[in-house]
């Protein structure tokens, strides 16, 4: 077997100040990268796929900012519904609680945007510059026409999938293709043009540059992590019980005839980490659960011909020969609120109404018309949030003695608000002096009987 040195032994040899403190992980292959890659991909397909996927003639996930509405789906949401947006971050915030508890960081290894994106930039890396080795090598070689190659071409593509990134987020605000067609005819608006320069600056420095600096010293997640993880949270963990005394040996020594552990020192499961530590030394705050460790491990394991699992998803009770405990309160609580917050949410989802109305009054005061009768002037926002066109009736409650001046209905499209101006006349013997109730009613043609509600001031004169 080839010697292996370590990222320390690395940096105190070389005399670059570039390559100091430095993290340069070494890309290895195994069954838990085989599951990131995997995760990686469906993530990255479902980021960039659904951007440009339509619904209903429409872009299908867009928060159109300047409309003020949120299509996702056969469903728009309007600020109005803000509450019910604000429980899928609840649901997030639980839902995060509750893997933590069970399983630390497994968020964080596998689907953070922040690891996604780093994982993709460090294989675009690899791609320019060549595997770890290569790139300490690059990093302590003069500056030559090949370096500024690799280099560049590293940066390039860095840059590109920046670009994509910042394009596909800035289309989940504005429609994706007009978007697109904007800025490749140089039609694209200054603010447009801004956030996605924005955007594409923000994922090349977070992901090229800082990666886990942003895990380190930018992301709350990690530091309250520490406090959730209890004796029986399954987390990535070195068996020191099993593993110590470490120490080199000859690849057909068996532990007991060296009298050491099973680790062989080679430092392999550090040389993979992206955050530069040492599992070894127990769980860490800088530890993101990538599991990288455990695959470098199983692979020495093998070649020695030991058994796998010297550093593997463990609790702390498991390293110490008990059984770990998955019914535990704290972790049944997280899941019941959890499965709570879903069931509340999807009820508030389901039985929001579709058809809104608002009702403002002008704020002038009352008139006569030249029937002597008293009038108020509205403005009815009706609002439509289901799917489908609908024509709304508008009526106002004892029509009998109610004259009124605006349409009988109208007719809302599909995820759109309408305004109506709307005046009320109404018999001053018919109403008492000063501010009086007036209920306006909106229902449908389209054979649902929903009817609508909304109570407002008419304002007749003081004394009559
Ligand atoms: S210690 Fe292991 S699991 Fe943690 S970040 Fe490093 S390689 Fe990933
Ligand atoms: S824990 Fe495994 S990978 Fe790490 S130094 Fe020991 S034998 Fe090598």
Redesign the pocket.
């Known amino acids: 077997m080839s010697r292996l040195i370590s990222v320390k032994q690395i940096e105190s040899t070389s005399k670059v100040p570039e390559a100091e403190h430095k993290i340069q992980p070494r890309s290895f292959s195994g069954f838990y990268r085989r599951v990131r890659i995997t995760g990686g991909v469906v993530l990255f397909a479902l980021y960039f796929g659904v951007a440009w996927l339509d619904w209903g003639g429409r872009q299908a996930v867009l928060w159109d900012l300047s409309a003020k509405k949120f299509h996702i789906f056969s469903a728009t949401f309007w600020p109005e519904d803000l509450v019910l947006l604000s429980g899928i971050l609840l649901i997030c915030a639980f839902g995060l609680f509750f893997l933590t508890v069970l399983a630390g960081r497994v968020w964080c290894g596998y689907a953070c945007p922040q690891s996604v994106w780093t994982w993709v930039f460090l294989w675009a890396e690899r791609v320019a510059e060549g595997d770890r080795s290569k790139r300490i090598k690059l990093d302590a070689a003069p500056l030559s026409v090949k370096k500024i190659v690799r280099r560049g071409s590293k940066h390039g593509l860095w840059l590109l999938i920046s670009l994509l990134t910042a394009i596909t987020f800035v289309g989940y605000f504005t429609p994706i293709r007009d978007l697109v067609g904007d800025l490749f005819t140089l039609e694209a608006s200054g603010w447009a043009l801004f956030w996605v320069l924005f955007f594409t600056a923000a994922t090349y420095l977070n992901a090229g540059w800082l990666r886990e600096k942003v895990c380190f010293h930018m992301c709350p997640y990690g530091r309250f992590q520490s406090s959730m993880v209890d004796a029986d949270s399954v987390v990535i963990s ?1 068996d020191a019980e099993r ?1 110590e005394p ?1 120490g080199s040996r000859r690849r057909d020594a068996m532990p007991a005839s060296v009298e050491l552990g ?9 040389q993979v980490c992206p955050t530069g530590i040492d ?2 030394d127990g769980l860490q705050m800088e530890c993101i659960g990538c599991a990288a ?1 455990i695959d ?2 199983d692979s ?2 093998d070649k020695m011909g030991y058994a796998r699992g ?2 593997r998803y463990a609790s702390e009770r498991d390293l110490k020969g008990g059984k770990t405990n998955l019914l535990r309160p704290r972790l049944v609580g997280y899941f019941a609120f959890l499965v709570l917050m879903i069931a509340v949410f999807a009820w508030g989802v389901a039985s929001r109404p579709l058809i809104t109305l608002d009702v403002e009054r002008d704020r002038g005061m009352y008139r006569y018309t030249n029937a002597g009768e008293v009038e108020n002037s509205y403005l009815l926002k009706l609002t439509n949030k289901d799917n489908s066109q609908k024509y709304l009736i508008i009526e106002v409650e004892d029509p009998l003695r109610v004259s009124t001046t605006g349409p009988l209905g109208v007719v809302v499209e599909a995820g759109e608000k309408v305004e109506v101006p709307y005046s009320v006349a109404l018999p001053a013997s018919a109403l008492n002096a000063g501010a009086n109730d007036i209920v306006f009613q909106i229902s449908t043609l389209h054979g649902e009987k929903e009817l609508i509600t909304e109570t407002s001031t008419f304002l007749a004169p003081s004394e009559q």
């Open positions: 070195y593993g470490r099973d680790c062989i020192d080679c430092q392999l499961c550090v599992i070894r460790c470098a491990c020495i394991m010297l550093v």
